[in-house]
Protein backbone atom coordinates (compact mmCIF):
# COMPACT_ATOMS: atom_id res chain seq x y z
CA UNK A 1 0.00 0.00 0.00
CA UNK A 2 1.47 3.47 -1.35
CA UNK A 3 1.74 5.91 1.60
CA UNK A 4 2.60 9.38 1.22
CA UNK A 5 2.94 11.81 4.17
CA UNK A 6 4.01 14.72 3.98
CA UNK A 7 5.32 17.52 6.37
CA UNK A 8 7.06 21.09 7.24
CA UNK A 9 4.55 23.15 6.52
CA UNK A 10 3.74 26.23 8.48
CA UNK A 11 3.23 29.76 8.83
CA UNK A 12 6.18 32.37 7.00
CA UNK A 13 5.96 35.82 6.63
CA UNK A 14 6.48 37.22 2.75
CA UNK A 15 9.73 36.44 1.87
CA UNK A 16 10.63 33.88 3.91
CA UNK A 17 11.19 30.41 2.73
CA UNK A 18 10.03 26.73 3.83
CA UNK A 19 11.16 22.66 3.16
CA UNK A 20 8.45 20.77 2.80
CA UNK A 21 9.21 16.87 2.93
CA UNK A 22 7.47 13.81 2.06
CA UNK A 23 8.13 10.48 2.70
CA UNK A 24 7.19 7.28 0.98
CA UNK A 25 7.00 4.06 1.43
CA UNK A 26 5.15 1.22 0.24
CA UNK A 27 6.43 2.01 -3.53
CA UNK A 28 9.62 1.27 -5.37
CA UNK A 29 10.22 4.57 -5.24
CA UNK A 30 12.93 4.65 -7.78
CA UNK A 31 10.73 3.94 -10.78
CA UNK A 32 8.05 6.45 -9.37
CA UNK A 33 7.40 9.98 -10.56
CA UNK A 34 6.98 12.40 -7.59
CA UNK A 35 5.64 15.26 -7.57
CA UNK A 36 3.93 18.38 -5.57
CA UNK A 37 0.70 19.74 -6.00
CA UNK A 38 -1.27 22.80 -4.15
CA UNK A 39 -4.68 24.23 -3.69
CA UNK A 40 -5.72 27.54 -2.34
CA UNK A 41 -9.57 27.71 -0.91
CA UNK A 42 -11.93 28.07 -3.78
CA UNK A 43 -9.49 27.23 -6.01
CA UNK A 44 -8.70 24.05 -8.60
CA UNK A 45 -5.63 22.20 -7.62
CA UNK A 46 -2.41 22.88 -9.37
CA UNK A 47 0.89 21.38 -10.39
CA UNK A 48 3.65 22.69 -8.04
CA UNK A 49 6.49 20.89 -9.52
CA UNK A 50 7.00 17.28 -10.81
CA UNK A 51 10.55 15.17 -11.01
CA UNK A 52 10.93 11.98 -13.41
CA UNK A 53 12.97 9.07 -12.28
CA UNK A 54 16.00 10.19 -14.03
CA UNK A 55 15.74 13.10 -11.68
CA UNK A 56 14.35 15.59 -14.37
CA UNK A 57 12.16 18.30 -13.22
CA UNK A 58 9.37 20.28 -14.33
CA UNK A 59 7.82 23.50 -12.61
CA UNK A 60 4.89 25.60 -12.55
CA UNK A 61 6.07 29.19 -14.44
CA UNK A 62 4.43 30.84 -11.18
CA UNK A 63 7.34 29.06 -9.03
CA UNK A 64 9.96 28.73 -11.63
CA UNK A 65 13.02 30.03 -9.95
CA UNK A 66 12.05 30.30 -6.42
CA UNK A 67 11.17 26.71 -5.64
CA UNK A 68 13.54 23.61 -5.87
CA UNK A 69 12.28 20.00 -5.93
CA UNK A 70 14.47 17.47 -5.20
CA UNK A 71 14.42 13.88 -3.91
CA UNK A 72 16.68 11.22 -2.19
CA UNK A 73 16.24 7.92 -3.50
CA UNK A 74 18.24 6.04 -0.71
CA UNK A 75 16.40 8.05 1.82
CA UNK A 76 12.71 7.71 -0.04
CA UNK A 77 11.61 11.26 0.07
CA UNK A 78 10.83 14.19 -1.82
CA UNK A 79 11.37 17.42 -0.86
CA UNK A 80 10.31 21.22 -2.06
CA UNK A 81 12.83 23.99 -1.19
CA UNK A 82 10.22 27.24 -1.43
CA UNK A 83 11.89 30.56 -1.40
CA UNK A 84 10.81 34.25 -1.58
CA UNK A 85 7.16 32.89 -0.60
CA UNK A 86 4.56 35.63 -0.93
CA UNK A 87 0.66 35.63 -0.39
CA UNK A 88 -0.14 33.70 -3.52
CA UNK A 89 1.32 30.66 -2.37
CA UNK A 90 -0.69 30.09 0.60
CA UNK A 91 -2.66 26.34 -0.07
CA UNK A 92 -2.40 22.90 1.05
CA UNK A 93 0.63 21.29 -0.46
CA UNK A 94 0.33 17.64 -1.48
CA UNK A 95 2.96 15.27 -2.41
CA UNK A 96 1.94 12.64 -5.24
CA UNK A 97 3.01 9.69 -6.99
CA UNK A 98 2.90 8.16 -10.01
CA UNK A 99 4.07 4.78 -11.28
CA UNK A 100 6.41 6.13 -14.56
CA UNK A 101 4.78 5.56 -17.77
CA UNK A 102 6.86 5.20 -20.80
CA UNK A 103 6.38 8.73 -21.85
CA UNK A 104 7.17 9.89 -18.43
CA UNK A 105 4.70 11.33 -16.64
CA UNK A 106 1.88 14.41 -16.69
CA UNK A 107 0.11 15.79 -14.14
CA UNK A 108 -3.10 14.34 -14.66
CA UNK A 109 -1.13 10.62 -14.69
CA UNK A 110 -0.75 11.11 -10.65
CA UNK A 111 -2.77 8.30 -8.77
CA UNK A 112 -1.43 8.45 -5.07
CA UNK A 113 -1.97 11.15 -2.79
CA UNK A 114 -1.10 12.28 0.50
CA UNK A 115 -2.91 14.32 3.05
CA UNK A 116 -1.32 17.38 2.67
CA UNK A 117 0.53 20.09 4.28
CA UNK A 118 -0.77 23.53 5.33
CA UNK A 119 1.46 26.68 4.21
CA UNK A 120 0.21 29.69 4.91
CA UNK A 121 2.24 33.00 3.55
CA UNK A 122 1.56 36.85 5.24
CA UNK A 123 2.31 39.38 4.06
Known amino acids: QVQLVESGGGSVQAGGSLRLSCAAS????????MGWFRQAPAKERERVAH???????SYADSVKGRFTISKDNAKNTLYLQMNSLNSEDTAMYYC?????????????????WGQGTQVTVSS
Open 96 to 112: AAVLRRWYGCRSTDFAY
Open 26 to 33: GLTYSSYC
Open 51 to 57: IDTDGTS
